[in-house]
């Protein structure tokens, strides 16, 4: 069974740090594009970061950028967000997506492959 499992979410404070870990079983990350999105209570689901499998495609959303970085460990089958400085505004359940071929997107139909999420709550 494909699957993807998301860890390291939890609350923290304002300007603290996360590192979120999107595990992948059943299959291997080495040729899937990775995107990170968010979904915060009443909005839609958006676009947090994507990158390649080559690894030079990183991309991030204005949001975001310069705050957090994708990573991929293809060893361990397994793709990072780490999440600095982060804000009240980052709360949501921030979600993996994984899809076959080499690109980087914010659209969530380009991603078959989906993890559960998990609940990043940034408060003082």
């Known amino acids: 069974q494909l699957q993807l499992v998301e860890s390291g979410g939890g609350l923290v404070q304002p300007g603290g740090s996360l590192r979120l870990s999107c595990a992948a079983s059943g299959f291997t990350l080495d040729y899937y594009s990775i995107g990170w999105f968010r979904q915060a209570p009443g909005k839609e689901r958006e676009g947090v970061s994507c990158?390649?499998?080559?690894?030079?495609?990183?991309n991030y959303a204005d949001s975001v950028k310069g705050r957090f970085t994708i990573s991929r460990d293809n060893a361990k089958n397994t793709v990072y967000l780490q999440m600095n400085s982060l804000k009240p505004e980052d709360t949501a359940v921030y979600y993996c997506?994984?899809?076959?071929?080499?690109?980087?997107?914010?659209?969530?139909?380009?991603?078959?492959?989906w993890g559960q999420g998990t609940q990043v709550t940034v408060s003082a």
């Open positions: 997506a994984a899809e076959s071929g080499n690109f980087c997107s914010y659209s969530r139909d380009d991603y078959e492959y």
């Open positions: 990158t390649g499998y080559s690894g030079g495609s990183a």
